[in-house]
């Protein structure tokens, strides 16, 4: 226990320099350097000496204070006799009325205090430009250690991806010797049974037939004919016995050819791109719309550019057109719809909450049932591939399965992704979905209840090339919560994590390229992608979460370098 006598170690409160009482301290006489209460400074201080021409400034205001700057007494560097009354500007020095006559007579001449001010700007203005040069090698800086920090682990990771696939080529390698061994154990087997076979029946053969000879050979020695006679017939049945019929060939054991390892049968390493230190990629808003929708939970623009919006569990959906800086609600839907998309034919399908097949809304405004129909799950994405095939994730939180399914024109299931080659499920929710030109299908798979989420980079098989689970730094301190995602027409993939701001841009193998914050050109509270057939990027948007109107915003945006 610490003693009652410690010394607590604190700030030392500092008193009135005149009084030194505990009054609070006021002010601060800068010509005297001493601080003073509100007292001393009426009573006390007013009574020194030239008192009256001392600055004394309020407490509060110290750290604001700049002395005031005296022009009136600055010695002539070349006279020093004289002082300096006037600035050259041509020949950028401080003159006396003596240089004046002599050199500066017709030089442009301005007042001292002036040229300070010209000089204070000049140096404020290159303070700044120093200022922003730090602020971009500092950028630069932070750039290249995130490129080093993504290096680092992108580096371990396929370390640990060597690793255990060498090991997987071992443990194969070793059971292919063992097959080879085992096989050619078999078959060495199986030869020599035979041949075996056929040399016991050969001895046996020789054996009884070496004793017949030998019968043979005492009944020609017999000295008596009648005894002669009685065995010659027996002796004459044994020399037409046949020879035991062997095989006319064996099947030889097979030969071992070594084949050829090479790195076409090992793997390789694939050049994943170049590391940028630049931010070389630009976001600039086109258009910004006001809408009627608390949210928009989905974009979808239409080939006769309308554009759907659906604010999601909200229940409204809108099919609205540009006019000038707003938008006209051309139709409007009460329907709650958690995933849409447009077809090569302009038909809008539908995930809508609770409906296994997939809805559209007819010509004629009615909301219709599709060919598509993922029972016993329910549909949660749609990505179209083509007017022939499109993509449908899918879950049950009953059965606790999700899949993505690809299906044709016709509503059949082609192909549908739920487990890995170890029977394990590919996804816990997946819940938007996009495709590459190799290909490649990206699905963001919600994890967890809180939407923390992670992109799945499948190629057609099912094969997983790569799980994206965010940024090391960017989601450092708020995780990866991705909401929608969308291919470029450069085929990068644009995931969007609404939390920080943030857009990841993926190359097509679920590799981070780049990012951009978007709260950098002001767009707060993103929750919808979609590329036009121009290549404009909309980004759909939520209001704030406190505030009590209908006012989700919707962005057209020209993008650069991704």
């Not at 659906?310 to 000038?324: A, D, I």
Request: aromatic share 6%; glycine share 4%; hydrophobic share 30%.
């Amino acid at each position: 226990m610490a003693s009652s006598q410690s010394v607590r170690k604190g700030q030392v409160p500092v008193n009135c320099k005149l009084c030194e009482t505990n009054r609070t301290i006021q002010w601060k006489c800068m010509d005297c350097s001493m601080l003073m209460c509100g007292y001393c400074t009426d009573n006390v201080h007013s009574k020194f000496k030239n008192a009256k021409d001392h600055k004394i400034i309020s407490l509060k205001d110290v750290g604001m204070y700049r002395e005031e700057m005296d022009f009136t007494n600055i010695k002539c560097a070349e006279h020093t006799e004289q002082v300096s009354c006037l600035y050259c500007s041509k020949c950028q020095i401080l003159v006396c009325p003596i240089c004046i006559m002599k050199v500066h007579k017709k030089h442009h001449l301005i007042e001292i205090i002036d040229a300070y001010n010209i000089k204070v700007e000049i140096l404020k203005k290159g303070q700044s430009k120093m200022q922003k040069s730090n602020y971009k090698i500092n950028a630069k800086k932070y750039q290249l250690n995130k490129l080093v920090s993504a290096e680092n682990i992108k580096y371990n990771k396929e370390k640990r991806n060597i690793r255990s696939h060498e090991e997987t080529v071992k443990e194969q390698v070793e059971q292919y010797f063992k097959e080879f061994k085992n096989k050619l154990e078999q078959s060495h087997e199986t030869v020599l049974t035979s041949v075996k076979s056929d040399l016991n029946a050969i001895s046996l053969f020789t054996t009884q037939k070496e004793d017949k000879i030998t019968e043979v050979q005492n009944c020609i020695d017999l000295s008596n004919a009648s005894d002669f006679f009685k065995e010659v017939k027996k002796m004459e049945k044994f020399t037409e016995t046949q020879e035991p019929r062997t095989r006319p060939s064996y099947t030889s054991s097979p030969t071992f050819v070594p084949g050829n390892i090479n790195q076409s049968n090992i793997g390789s390493l694939q050049d994943d791109g170049n590391l940028s230190a630049e931010k070389n990629i630009s976001l600039v808003i086109n258009s910004e719309y006001q809408t009627t929708l608390e949210m928009i939970r989905c974009v979808s623009p239409c080939l006769d550019q309308s554009i759907c919006l659906s604010s999601g569990c909200f229940g409204t959906l809108q099919r609205v057109k540009p006019e000038g800086t707003n938008l006209k609600v051309m139709s409007e839907f009460n329907i709650k719809v958690c995933e849409m998309a447009v077809t090569p034919s302009n038909q809008l399908l539908l995930c809508v909450f609770g409906e296994t097949r997939l809805q559209h809304i007819s010509s004629s405004g009615e909301l219709t049932d599709s060919v598509y129909d993922v029972s016993p799950l329910l549909p949660s994405a749609i990505h179209v591939i083509s007017d022939n095939k499109l993509i449908v994730g899918a879950y049950n939180s009953e059965l606790k399965r999700s899949a993505v399914i690809i299906m044709n024109k016709k509503g059949d299931k082609e192909t549908v992704y739920e487990h890995d080659e170890h029977n394990q499920p590919l996804f816990n929710y997946a819940r938007y979905i996009t495709t590459t030109c190799n290909g490649n299908i990206h699905v963001v798979d919600e994890i967890s209840d809180d939407r923390c989420g992670k992109v799945m980079v499948l190629r057609l098989g099912g094969h997983i090339i790569n799980q994206y689970t965010g940024h090391p730094i960017i989601n450092k301190s708020k995780a990866f919560k991705p909401v929608d995602i969308v291919t470029t027409p450069n085929d990068n993939v644009v995931v969007v994590d609404p939390v920080p701001g943030i857009l990841h841009i993926l190359n097509d193998n679920g590799h981070l390229n780049s990012y951009f914050n978007i709260k950098e050109i002001g767009i707060r509270y993103p929750m919808s992608l979609a590329f036009n057939t121009t290549g404009k990027l909309y980004i759909g948007c939520t209001k704030a979460a406190s505030s009590q109107t209908k006012e989700a915003k919707l962005y057209v945006i020209n993008i650069e370098g991704f």
